[in-house]
């Protein structure tokens, strides 16, 4: 299974972007029971969850996000989405699709990561 992470950019503050994660190789009994997540990495700061879905569709957000990102997932895609508005430049950072295969037990599988930069 391999995370393919797209959609980063550079935005003002006060704007929107959406990240996408695809599972490619993925067999679609496998991504639906998964849970699925966002993380991101700022300069000199460790990796912090931004926000996760298990297989039901509930989410969970950091709470320096709540009420400003949405994450999705679309199984049948085999996809999941970071839908990130009223950015500010604290959310700049490396963000990274993460999949917990409940088929995979035993691994954390990570996309390459997508730059995100907000200016002020």
């Known amino acids: 299974v391999q995370l393919q992470a797209s959609g980063g950019g550079s935005v003002q503050a006060g704007g929107s972007l959406r990240l996408s994660c695809a599972a490619s190789?993925?067999?679609?009994?496998?991504?639906?029971?998964?849970?699925m997540g966002w993380y991101r990495q700022a300069p000199g700061k460790e990796r912090e969850l931004v926000a996760s879905?298990?297989?039901?569709?509930?989410?969970n957000y950091a709470d320096s996000v709540k009420g400003r990102f949405t994450i999705s997932r679309d199984n049948a895609r085999k996809t999941v989405y970071l839908q990130m508005s009223d950015l500010t430049p604290e959310d700049t950072a490396v963000y990274y699709c993460?999949?917990?295969?409940?088929?995979?037990?035993?691994?954390?599988?990570w996309g390459q990561g997508t730059q995100v930069t907000v200016s002020s």
């Open positions: 993460n999949a917990r295969f409940a088929a995979y037990p035993a691994t954390n599988f």
């Open positions: 190789r993925a067999i679609l009994s496998t991504f639906r029971d998964s849970t």
């Open positions: 879905m298990i297989r039901s569709g509930i989410p």
